[in-house]
């Protein structure tokens, strides 16, 4: 079982969210970099993730569209730049349209994820900086906390699920 999601804002432009997990780091980089792994868990409780496409390269995609249970979508796109497999990735991310095209709202964010391992957990750290601190707020009044807590136990559901 993992813990709970640590949630902060260490900057005024700046979102950070810590989770840890009983699982070795090479599964959870697997986890966060294919689309096999990604469209099982990615979303809040009660979403399914039908559109999930993942060119894991600097310059590569990941798109995504996320669907409710009432049936509506919400889009989005990571372009990645650096990867150092399996400790960290950066990447560009933003909203998008169901054919992937950028959205000028919600704001886009430099997002960092690390991946480190502690014995027999490994430790995921999402940073998320924006442009402004309104930009920051703006994501924040828009519920990531909650959104990424859920969309973290739905990871380590399924994590267990892939135990079994």
């Not at 249970?69 to 960290?88: T, V």
């Amino acid at each position: 079982m993992s813990s709970k999601m640590e949630f902060s804002t260490p900057s005024e432009v700046e979102i950070q969210c810590l989770r840890r997990f009983a699982a070795d780091r090479d599964t959870l980089w697997a986890m966060w970099t294919r689309a096999e792994h990604l469209r099982n868990w990615w979303g809040p409780q009660g979403f399914t993730t039908p559109v999930c496409e993942v060119d894991f390269r600097p310059g590569g995609t990941w798109f995504y569209c996320m669907q409710d249970p009432a049936g509506q979508r919400y889009c989005g796109k990571m372009i990645y730049q650096e990867i150092d497999a399996p400790s960290r990735f950066t990447a560009t991310d933003f909203f998008t349209d169901e054919a992937g095209n950028a959205l000028t709202s919600p704001p886009q964010a430099q997002t960092e994820i690390k991946f480190m391992e502690n014995g027999v957990e490994t430790t995921v750290t999402n940073i998320s900086r924006y442009s402004t601190q309104e930009a920051r707020d703006q994501i924040i009044d828009m519920g990531v906390e909650a959104s990424l807590s859920q969309t973290l136990d739905r990871l380590d559901a399924y994590l267990s699920s892939l135990a079994q």
